[in-house]
């Protein structure tokens, strides 16, 4: 079996990973577990906050409402506040958001492939 040859994104001169090159911006965002759970969480349309934490489960309130905040500063996130009694908001994925999930489903795909691997090389055979 021969390797493929993958070529990268041609992005401007940057210079290593300066804090201004958009692939460090990538990994950081990646480096943020539950951002990218929110992200597949929200693949198939709006959510309240409650309905976020059931789906995710394991995440406390105090860190998705920080998690979405930092999301929706970056452009990822769209809220919508309804006028309702009690208030009821929503939160979306913007474009920008959408377009997370290309690489998230290829990283799902990589895992698929390579976890029992990666997991064995770590840990050793785990059904002795």
């Known amino acids: 079996m021969t390797a ?4 990268p ?7 290593g990973l300066e804090s201004d090159c958009p692939a460090r911006l990538a990994v950081d ?3 943020n577990s539950w951002l990218t759970v929110i992200v597949y969480t929200l693949r198939e ?18 860190m998705l409402n920080q ?6 500063a970056m452009g990822l996130l769209e809220r919508r506040r309804y006028a ?3 208030p009821r908001v929503e939160y979306s994925l913007t ?12 990283l799902g795909e990589w895992a698929d492939r390579h976890g029992d691997a990666v997991r064995t090389a770590l ?3 785990l059904d002795d």
């Open 4 to 7: 493929e040859i993958i070529e």
């Open 9 to 15: 994104v041609g992005f401007a001169e940057y210079g």
């Open 29 to 31: 965002l990646f480096g």
């Open 45 to 62: 349309g709006p959510m309240r906050p409650v309905q976020l934490r059931g789906a995710i489960g394991g995440i406390s309130r105090k």
């Open 67 to 72: 998690t979405l905040g930092r999301m929706l």
């Open 84 to 86: 309702e009694a009690p």
């Open 95 to 106: 474009p920008a958001g959408r377009d997370l999930l290309i690489p998230i489903f290829a």
């Open 123 to 125: 840990y050793g055979d």
